[in-house]
């Protein structure tokens, strides 16, 4: 009978974890994190400022609406081991209630380790005072980076060269205990995994209360390292869900080193992967093109559709892919992307997504209906560009 009542309880306790993280993140987080533009060299400022470009810019009625801290806010700790900002961040408490007056919800950011990725203080032996200092500021969000906590992993590995899982287990430890540390505040605050995909995330995520976790290493504004992150999630869709999603790292719209035609391959991708929107930009010098891409309505209806489904690769012929993500009301969305050197026509056939009969297709970024349409559509698409399309009955 103890036998049958600890069962009980123990699946008690994982279906309440699953339902906090599905209450963090019932759909992929949206919203703008500080490290791609500002790297470290973020300030208070440059933080209020951007919770100010959300709201002016209607980014945040599009949905973008976490204001995510990166690395280098950190100062030092007091006697009682509680932890403050440094210089640039004089009251982080105060800059929560900011946020959250313009409708906004504020990230932060830490590590397992001693230190963060910038060499600032990490969370190690102080994650549930951590997070409890975190609940009060008002933050409703967390990046939990391995960073220095890596070298521990590695380290350990040495001492125990016969031990082949050890640092497997010291990482789901590590992140599981601040989890158990955010759960205990009681306050619903996502948790982001970001320790590079190692050791598959996706299948352990759930587990220590993630509600998302990053599947590679970092992104930059390069078309080349985008589609390795980006076409590299292929398979990983059975894992996405309501509360847990799969992480392909930030947005690098607006950054300035890729073509119109490649920034909307990247958001087509990110959003037929269901994956977390966090632009990354200085929303400050946004161009019209900025805007258009990383606001585009039906895009990200497509990320944030309440199916919460992720897509996956349909087929690829070369350096021709062709994705789809299943959507509510039997509709799908359906990506064709070039990634060759020349203008290319890439085909799907509707019949094989499920439209028999075929079906009513709309251009995402063309902003137009196309009709009904039946048998193998075909568009010609520009060197590194796409086609996103919705396709419904």
């Known amino acids: 009978m103890r036998a049958v009542v600890r069962i009980a309880c123990l699946a008690f306790v994982a279906s309440t974890a699953l339902w906090a993280q599905e209450k963090a993140a019932p759909l ?10 500002f790297a470290g060299h973020v300030t208070d400022a440059d933080v209020r400022s951007a919770a100010d470009m959300l709201v002016s810019t209607g980014m945040r009625d ?8 990166d690395d280098t806010w950190q100062g030092t700790r007091d006697a009682q081991g509680v932890i403050h900002p440094n210089d640039r961040f004089p009251d982080m408490k105060a800059l929560g209630d900011y946020i959250h007056s313009k ?19 990490g969370s190690i032996d102080h994650e549930a005072q951590d997070a409890k ?39 789901i430890a590590a992140y599981k205990k601040m989890g158990d540390a955010l759960k205990a505040t009681g306050r619903p605050i996502v948790y982001s ?10 299948k352990w995520g759930p587990g220590v209360g993630a ?3 990053r599947t590679t290493d970092d992104i930059d504004d390069s078309y080349g390292r985008m589609i390795a992150i980006g076409f590299s999630q292929a398979g990983l869709s059975k894992y996405a869900g309501p509360g847990h999603w799969n992480d392909p790292d930030m947005l690098e719209v607006g950054n300035g080193k890729m073509t119109a035609d490649e920034y909307r391959t990247h958001m087509s991708l990110w959003v037929l992967l269901a994956a977390p929107l966090l632009a990354g930009n200085d929303l400050s010098k946004m161009s019209d093109m900025d805007k258009s891409i990383l606001m585009n309505k039906d895009a990200i209806a497509i990320d944030q559709d309440p199916l919460a489904k992720q897509g ?3 087929y690829e012929s070369g350096d021709l892919d062709v994705w789809t993500k299943p959507l509510s009301g039997g509709r799908v969305a359906v990506g064709l992307f070039n990634r060759s050197w020349s203008t290319r026509d890439i085909s799907v056939d509707l019949a094989q997504i499920g439209f028999k009969n075929g079906g009513n297709v709309r251009d995402v970024w063309k902003g137009k209906d196309l009709g009904h349409r039946s048998g193998v559509f075909t568009d010609t698409i520009l060197t590194h560009g796409v086609t996103l399309l919705i396709v419904s009955k």
């Not at 409708?103 to 590590?111: E, M, Q, R, T």
């Not at 995994?193 to 996706?202: F, H, V």
Request: proline share 7%; with cysteine.
């Open 211 to 213: 509600s998302m976790w």
């Open 62 to 69: 599009a949905g973008y609406v976490y204001v995510n801290v």
């Open 193 to 202: 995994l970001c320790q590079y995909g190692i050791d598959d995330p996706w």
């Open 103 to 121: 409708g906004l919800k504020f990230g932060i950011y830490s590590s397992p380790g001693p230190k963060t990725c910038g060499g600032y203080a």
């Open 133 to 171: 200092t975190y609940a009060e500021w008002g933050v409703d969000f967390l990046k939990y980076d391995l960073c220095s906590y890596q070298d521990l992993m590695i380290q350990a590995q040495k001492e125990h060269p016969e031990d082949t899982g050890i640092k497997n287990r010291m990482m």
């Open 312 to 314: 996956d690769r349909l």
């Open 28 to 37: 992929p987080p949206m919203g703008w994190n500080s490290w791609n533009h």
